[in-house]
C-alpha cells in the first residue's frame, strides 16, 4: 500500500497545478475499465479495490492508482479537479466512498468560494437497492427502503449530471428517485463498436458453430442450466461446439459435467485477454443466461458487449438492460433459462444465416460508453458531438440515435 501511495503522489496528472483534470473515483475497477480509460476523456482513476478480472499490467498505461478512501478524498481535494466522475447512486457497496466525495466536493465551494467541481455518474444498475441492504445486512425490508432511498435521493440531487446506459437504468431509478432526476440526464445506451481486426474479414460466415459462454462461474449466469441443456442442443444442431470460459465458485462442477460431453465441449478458465478476443473472433454465438436474485439484476453484461463486437449472435435473458435492443435487432431473449427455451434459442442462433457483417452495422459507430464520457466531461452540453450518422450500408433505423433529445413530460433527455 505504501508503495501505491508513493505512486500516487507521483503522478504528474494529479500534481500539475490547474489541470483541468478528470478524476474518476471507482470503489471497484475492472479490466475494462482500465481499457476504457486509456481511450477516455484526459484524466485519473482512482479506485479501491480490484475485481477478478483486473489486469495490473494495464493499470499503469491507463493512468489508474489503487488507494483507500482517505487517499482518495485527501488526492481530490488537493487538485480540485474540474470533474468528478463517482459511482452510480444505486452501487450499494460503493457507498463509503461516494457519500463522502459528495460531501467533500460540496463543502470545497463553500470553504474556498470557488467554482465547484462537476460531479458525474454513469449509471446502468437496474435493480433495487433496498434488496441489497436487505440481504446484506438482514434488515427488515422497510427499514432497508428507508435508508437506501433516502441514500440513492441525497446523491442524485446532489450530483451535476447522470448518464444512464440503459433505459432500464433510467426506468429503475425513476420508480426510486421520481421527480429527483435533474436536467442534465441522458440516456446512451451501452453498445459497443466493432472490434476493426474483426470487421475486416466480417463479410463472410464465422468458421463453424461454436457457442461461447464468457462470464463467471456462478449460478446466476446460468452456466450449469447452458450445460445441462447442452446435449439437446448437440442433437439439434450436431455439428456445434461449446465452449466455457470463465472462473467462480462452480467451476468444479462445470468441469465434472462438461467432460461428459467432451468432444463436444470443453472448459476454458481464466485465459489472457488476447486468448479471449481470438475465442469471439471464432465464435458464432455468445450466450448468457443471467438469472435475478435478490438485491443484484444484469446490468448490461460485458460479455454481451464483446460478442455483439465481434459480430456474434445473442442468447440471453430478458435480465439485462440490454434487452429490448436485442430483441429488436434479431438476437434471442428469453423469459427465463429453462432447457427447452434455452435449446430453441440456441439451434435458432446457430442456424441463423445472418452475416457477422449484419451485426455490427447494427452498432454505433463509437462505443456507447465513450459517447457517454465525453457527453458527462465536456464543457458545454450545447457543444458535445451529436452525431445520429449510420455506417454506409448499415440499417439507419437499427442504429442508436445519439442526439440528446428532451423529453417533454419531465426533461429527462432521452436517446
Not at 90 to 104: D, E, Q, R
Not at 271 to 291: G, M, N, Q, T, Y
Request: charged share 25%; hydrophobic share 40%.
Amino acid at each position: 500500500m505504501r508503495r501505491r501511495l508513493r505512486i500516487l503522489r507521483q503522478s504528474p496528472e494529479l500534481e500539475r497545478p490547474g489541470n483541468p483534470v478528470v478524476v474518476r473515483v471507482y470503489m471497484h475497477a475492472r479490466t475494462a475499465h482500465l481499457e476504457r480509460q486509456t481511450q477516455s476523456a484526459n484524466g485519473v482513476l482512482l479506485y479501491v479495490r480490484t475485481r477478478y478480472d483486473f489486469d495490473d499490467t494495464l493499470a499503469q498505461a491507463a493512468n489508474a492508482y489503487q488507494c483507500g478512501v482517505v487517499s482518495a478524498l485527501c488526492r481530490v481535494y488537493r487538485t480540485r479537479p474540474r470533474i468528478i466522475e463517482i459511482n452510480e447512486p444505486f452501487l450499494v457497496n460503493a457507498w463509503p466512498l461516494s457519500v463522502p466525495l459528495i460531501l467533500l466536493v460540496r463543502a470545497m465551494s463553500a470553504v474556498t468560494r470557488g467554482p465547484s467541481p462537476t460531479i458525474v455518474t454513469y449509471a446502468i444498475d437496474n435493480s433495487d437497492p433496498a434488496e441489497v441492504l436487505h440481504r446484506k445486512f438482514r434488515l427488515p425490508l422497510a427499514v432497508a427502503r428507508a435508508i437506501a432511498y433516502t441514500v440513492a435521493r441525497f446523491c442524485v440531487r446532489r450530483i451535476d449530471r447522470i448518464a444512464f446506459g440503459t433505459q432500464g437504468a433510467l426506468e429503475a431509478y425513476r420508480s426510486i428517485v421520481s421527480n429527483r432526476l435533474g436536467h442534465q440526464t441522458n440516456v446512451i445506451e451501452a453498445l459497443p463498436t466493432f472490434r476493426r481486426d474483426i470487421a475486416l474479414a466480417a463479410d463472410s460466415s464465422k468458421p463453424g458453430n461454436t457457442v461461447l459462454f464468457l462470464g463467471a462461474f456462478e449460478d446466476r449466469k446460468g452456466v450449469l442450466e447452458l450445460v445441462d441443456a447442452w446435449p439437446a442442443v448437440r442433437a439439434a444442431a450436431p455439428s456445434a461446439e461449446l465452449i466455457v470460459v470463465g472462473k467462480g465458485p462452480l467451476e468444479p462442477e462445470v468441469r465434472r459435467r462438461v467432460a461428459e460431453m467432451k468432444p463436444a465441449a470443453r472448459v476454458v478458465v481464466d485465459p489472457p485477454r488476447s486468448e479471449i478476443f481470438s475465442l469471439l473472433a471464432d465464435a458464432k454465438v455468445v450466450v448468457l443466461l443471467s438469472k435475478r436474485e435478490l438485491g443484484w439484476r444484469e446490468q448490461v453484461g460485458l460479455p454481451i458487449c464483446e460478442g455483439l463486437a465481434s459480430g456474434c449472435e445473442i442468447v440471453t435473458t430478458g435480465e439485462t438492460g440490454l434487452a429490448e435492443w436485442l430483441a429488436s435487432n434479431g438476437h434471442r431473449v428469453i423469459p427465463e433459462p429453462s432447457t427447452d427455451s434455452i435449446v430453441d434459442a440456441l439451434a435458432a442462433a446457430i442456424f441463423d444465416e445472418r452475416l457477422p457483417q449484419e451485426i455490427i452495422e447494427s452498432l454505433p459507430l463509437e462505443d456507447g460508453r465513450l459517447i457517454a464520457d465525453r457527453w458527462m466531461t465536456c464543457d458545454d452540453l450545447e457543444d458535445c458531438p451529436q452525431s445520429n450518422l449510420s455506417r454506409s450500408g448499415g440499417r439507419r433505423d437499427s442504429i442508436p440515435k445519439r442526439g440528446f433529445e428532451k423529453l417533454e413530460s419531465d426533461g429527462v433527455m432521452e436517446r
